[in-house]
């Protein structure tokens, strides 16, 4: 496990879409964009139904995540942020999760998800290995 350092946080705790791999039963990559929020030093994301991610995360753990930050690197390309780790799915929690992601990836006073009694869900916890990418990490 590695220690989430002040950038990488920061990146996480913005409102930067992330791009989640998981890996297919045939060892294809699966690709969903998902808001992250960091918990401690692991990465969580919420998901209402039991997606094809969930189904991967269940059967194998690894994964990367890639995000955007919307500034220029230092050489004028876009900066970015990959993580490899390794993902566990906990059981309930999604809305309450979703809820506090929204107001950073919609708005303050957002109520999400828009529906009275949504599911319990799942949350993706994510251990960070290692770090990569385009920027100061």
Known sequence: MTSV?????????GPYLAHLVTLNADGS???SVVWVGIEDDEIVAGHL?????VQNLQRDPRVAL???TGRPGPHGLAEYLVVYGTGRITEGGAPELLQRLARTYIAPDVRFPPMD????GFVT???????SG????
Request: proline fraction near 14%.
């Open 66 to 68: 890639s995000i955007e």
């Open 29 to 31: 990559p699966q690709i």
């Open 117 to 120: 009694n949504p599911p319990p």
């Open 125 to 131: 916890r994510i251990t960070v290995e290692r770090v």
């Open 49 to 53: 139904g039991s997606w094809k991610k």
């Open 5 to 13: 350092s002040a950038p990488v946080r920061e990146v996480l705790e």
């Open 134 to 137: 385009n920027g100061d990490w």
